[in-house]
């Protein structure tokens, strides 16, 4: 088993639509960062949290540490919405572990 | 800022061929990651530096990968001999020293081992 597991796999949806990817983790964390890689191949940070919420235009990012699991949620969909988005643990001293990602696409 | 700066973007050779990947970090940050990405495996960490020193190599497939850091503004993925296996995308990137410091990921060098 994966120490990172995203869901769902792949996501398809219509413009407007609330989205919802989540992600469980069954190791220890120093925090958690969402990344999004856009279909040219870019890899962007979105999110760095260890606790709470955080919000940042249409996308929000919230995390449970006793649940150990983290949803990314972006509101009012967009097609320039459509990307992988990348779920990664912080497991102390700047050691990422990834997920595998989840590919959304946003239909107009 | 340029942000993380990667060269070549993209690289095709022959089994056997030494490959060299580059990168130049974004000015001030300590830290610097190489990855790598297929699609079988998603992002694996290869190898991080901090202050030029590498601190864990750990995820290095084998011997005929190196990396090192001369200084704090460069750095050098090599892979020698190169096999078929290898070709994957191979992304560096960049942070603030500190634990969980923001990553900023260069574009990536997409390598083909034909």
């Known amino acids: 088993k994966n120490e990172v597991e995203q869901s769902p796999q792949n996501l398809t949806a219509q413009e407007g639509e609330f989205i919802t990817i989540n992600c469980s983790y069954s190791?220890?964390?120093?925090?958690l960062h969402w990344l999004q890689q856009h279909p040219g191949g870019g890899i962007v940070s979105l999110f760095m949290?260890?606790?709470g919420k955080k919000k940042h235009g249409r996308l929000i990012a919230t995390i449970n540490i006793q649940e150990k699991h983290s949803s990314l949620h972006i509101t009012a969909s967009h097609p320039r919405d459509s990307a992988v988005y990348i779920c990664a643990v912080g497991r102390g001293a700047q050691k990422l572990v990834f997920g595998q990602g989840t590919r959304l696409t946003i239909n107009p | 800022d340029a942000g993380v700066i990667q060269s070549p973007r993209h690289e095709v050779t022959e089994m056997g061929q030494e490959v060299t990947l580059r990168c130049k970090p974004i000015s001030g940050h300590n830290s610097l990651f190489w990855y790598r990405q297929t699609m079988m495996r998603g992002l694996e960490l290869l190898i991080y530096?901090?202050?030029?020193?590498?601190?864990?190599d750990s995820g290095m497939p084998e011997d005929r990968f190196s990396a090192k850091m001369p200084n704090a503004s460069f750095s050098t993925l090599k892979i020698q001999p190169s096999e078929p296996r290898d070709s994957a995308v191979y992304f560096c990137?960049?942070?603030?020293?500190?634990?969980?410091?923001?990553?900023?990921f260069g574009p990536g060098t997409r390598l083909t081992v034909t």
């Open positions: 530096f901090n202050n030029n020193v590498p601190i864990d």
């Open positions: 190791v220890g964390i120093s925090a």
């Open positions: 990137a960049s942070s603030p020293t500190g634990q969980d410091a923001e990553q900023y």
């Open positions: 949290l260890s606790s």
